[in-house]
């Protein structure tokens, strides 16, 4: 099923279920065929019982950091393919078994994508599982392995739901990104400077619910008001015990990484979410029902798990973090990115589109590198479906069943075999035909960017609406103004378009 009319996609031609792990030689220096290289035994180790997963618990989030933790495991192991423990881990988290296989090469990591050989049941981030009363008691989409019939019929109905929502999504889009920078003006000539994450927070859960769900937030006044809050708090209580936050320590690993915070906190937000969902998107609960064959409790569970799990956390971190590329340059980007911009859409938004998007080579290149240096869901799982042979650029290893992979993405897009200065932002990077060749190394959807997400895999629904979006951002911003000035939290200034 494709999900691209009237979207432009670098993979509307692929159809294939799992990606090839064969290298083109154009883009890796040593294409060693995998057949010939070593088998090795997987570095490593997942230490004492309750000792080791607790210093890896500890080094992770307190004394290294995610990256420095995966990097130093490569140095000592001289692999970029070894076995580490992942939190969370012990005291209250005695069922979750913390191993893992790391995988921080794009030739390993690509393993993650063959469904053949790893299934993605309930490995969604990682062996810990958020409670599923988070989600209505149901295992929503992205907790769904491939072999479950269920699967094909959520992910069929979420792909339905996009190619409708396209007829809106610029408009609503463009509306709502109007608001915003009203908001962000205001503020700045207010107080100097704008924190812009709420603005832009409710600008992405105004335009998400109005076209995935065709439900305004506006005629639910609870919604309206706090809906993006109250998301925010329903993902925070899932996902705490999984992510560094950068508090005081020890205060961080006693209170936020030690124990999951019980649902009843936040289930008056759901219900809230719940009800509006319920009521104000009738039409798309119905034809979950009617076309997809699910219950109705079963699709307003899993739209709400689509808006705001998926949608919504997907782009409150990855907006920030392109902001911030574009808004602290000081390289002459901006003044690219607007000539591009006036020269191909013009200097109105009325003109902007999917199609027009796609005459903007450089803006759609900085959208890619700035997913590639700072993918939005850094860390990805997938648990060996049978014994296999997982290779890497150097070393061939043997997998056994049941064995969980992480890939921590962040460095999988810094490999020096596939991207030339790889810690280094190149604007344009992903243009002309090298460019191109690129994106088969561009993960951040769960799948390469030439990819195409269908039923039998686990590749972001939304893989092309997501950096069409961004473009499209990009496009409003060099419209309104000729340059911007920020980061990832404020914009301290912005100057008008001439
Ligand atoms: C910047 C925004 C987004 C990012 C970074 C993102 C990222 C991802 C990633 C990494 C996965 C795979 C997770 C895994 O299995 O390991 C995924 C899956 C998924 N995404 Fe997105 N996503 C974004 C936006 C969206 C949007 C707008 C939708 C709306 C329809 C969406 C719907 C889904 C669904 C339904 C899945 C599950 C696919 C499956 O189970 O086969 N995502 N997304």
Redesign the pocket.
Known sequence: MSISPGLPSSSSSSSSSSPSLVFPQSVLTSPTPSTSLPLRTIPGSHGWPLLGPISDRLNYFWFQGPETFFRKRIEKNKSTVFRTNVPPTWPLFLGVNPNVIAVLDCKSFAH?FDMEIVE?RN??VGDFMPGVEFTGDIRT????D?SEPQ?AQ??NF??D??KRSSKVWVTELVTNLGTMFDTIETQIAQNGSSTYLIPLQRCVFNF?SKS?LGADPKTDPKVAESGYAMLDRWLALMLLPTVKIGLLQPLEEFFLHSFQYPFFLVSGDYKNLYNFIETRGKEVVERGQTEFGLTKEETIH?LL???GF??F???S???PSLFNRIASDKTGLQQSLRDEVKQNCGPSSSSLSFESVKNLPLVQSVVYES?RLS???P????RARKDFRLSSHDSVFDIKKGELLCGYQPLVMRDARVFDEPEAFKPDRFMGEKGSELLSYLY????PQTGS?T?S???????D??TR??CLIVAYVFQRYESITGTSTSITAVEKAK
Do not use: D, R
């Open positions: 993650l993605k490995v969604l989409c992205a907790y769904l491939t699967h959520v992910k979420a792909m739901i996009l998400l995935l899993n798990f689509i808006l998926n949608a956390g997907g782009f971190v990855f907006l997913l993918p939005p869901v860390l990805q799982f997938a951040w959807s769960n799948g997400p039923e895999n686990k590749q972001c629904v939304a893989k609406y997501v979006t961004a």
